[in-house]
């Protein structure tokens, strides 16, 4: 063990191409778990909306590129050196999706009580009296359409009517007129709607890489050493790249306005800052991706040492005489001039 452990480590390629997708593991895995609650906090849908999107933006676009990168295999064959730098390109062309989505989104839902420096007091001498807990999220919108309460408690509401649309709810303290269920409209315009066509386009092309890369993690090692090789880099991944909830998750509480308060103690986070929540997880993603990308262009330059990239049985030496019954067992339907 400690021999091929050893062999690997030694193995530039090898070293390079585990560090540049735990980077990339690393950031896809943070920010598909943190997806849904930042399409929830920043464009205002429900979690059930937030989740089925971010379902469909995760399966289907992924299931379509595997499939496409594939055949881009199957049909071209491209050599190590083409197929190290088209793994690097297609997962840049990508990682753009997240780029374009630092610059969507909605207005800051404005919250009485509260600023944007993070200093927050929802209680205020019109609802002192009315002992109100943080226990329950149920937001209201002012009758000026713009300031949102966090509950019609801390309102000081003290009457509710149900009307056609929703809840309405009036003789506030702390306002004249009456307010209504849910946040106040904002001006998203199409964002929303750009933004997920932006990641279900650059999820087609970052997948395309995904049959390389796994053909990359096989011919990179001896072949007594796949298996192993195999191991030691879940290994890596599993103290590395795994724990993405700890960084992911202290940037989304970093960005968070109101928490839930229980005896003194914290808890669920109500509402977030959402241009600074947006900045800082794609930033995050994005630099991950960068890093990633650093060690894929040194496997590109390293490439020349892969041999035999598409067939185990013959040495790279031998690889130019390869035979049409050789190459119609991968699927290639061409004839070699063997004086080549």
């Known amino acids: 063990i400690w021999d091929r452990t050893l062999r690997l480590v030694k193995n530039p390629l090898y070293v390079c191409y585990v560090l540049g997708t735990t980077a ?3 950031a896809v895995l943070g920010y598909m778990t943190f997806k849904s609650k930042y399409i929830e906090s920043e464009y205002k849908t429900s979690a059930s909306t937030a989740n089925l999107f971010s379902g469909i933006i995760g399966v289907v676009p992924t299931a379509a590129g595997v499939f496409l990168g594939g055949l881009f295999i199957r049909k071209f064959l491209p050599g190590p050196r083409v197929l190290t730098a088209f793994v ?4 840049m062309i990508g990682a753009m999706g997240l780029l374009s989505a ?3 989104g909605c207005p800051q839902s404005q919250f009485a009580g509260t600023t944007l420096q993070s200093q927050f007091e929802l209680q205020s001498q019109c609802n002192s009296r009315c002992q109100c807990s943080t226990k329950l999220f149920q937001p209201i919108c002012g009758p000026d359409n713009i300031t949102n309460y966090f509950s019609p408690c801390f309102a000081g509401c003290q009457s509710q009517s149900i009307n056609s649309t929703a809840n309405v709810y009036s003789d506030c303290d702390c306002f004249e007129g009456s307010a209504t269920d849910g946040y106040c409209d904002t001006d ?3 964002n929303f709607h750009i933004y997920i066509t932006l990641l279900g386009i650059s999820g087609i092309i970052g997948c395309l890489a995904k049959t390389g890369n796994n053909i990359i993690s096989f011919r990179i090692v001896r072949k007594e050493d796949k298996s192993f090789s195999i191991g030691l880099m879940t290994v890596f991944w599993s103290i590395f790249a795994f724990i993405y909830p700890l960084v992911y998750g202290a940037v989304a509480d970093a960005s968070c306005l109101i928490w839930e308060s229980s005896c003194g103690q914290g808890g669920h986070c109500w509402a977030y800052d959402t241009p600074t929540f947006r900045r800082r997880l794609h930033g995050l993603t994005l630099g991950l991706y960068f890093v990633g990308s650093l060690f894929d262009v040194i ?7 892969i041999k035999n990239l598409y067939d185990d049985d013959i040495d790279g030496e031998e690889s130019d005489s390869l035979s049409d019954t050789t190459l119609n067992t991968i699927g290639v339907d061409r004839h070699l001039n063997p004086n080549d």
């Open 188 to 190: 998203c315009g199409n």
């Open 102 to 104: 630092v610059f969507l």
């Open 24 to 26: 990339r593991l690393f």
């Open 299 to 305: 496997v590109i330059f390293l490439s020349s040492r």
């Open 88 to 91: 690097t390109i297609v997962e």
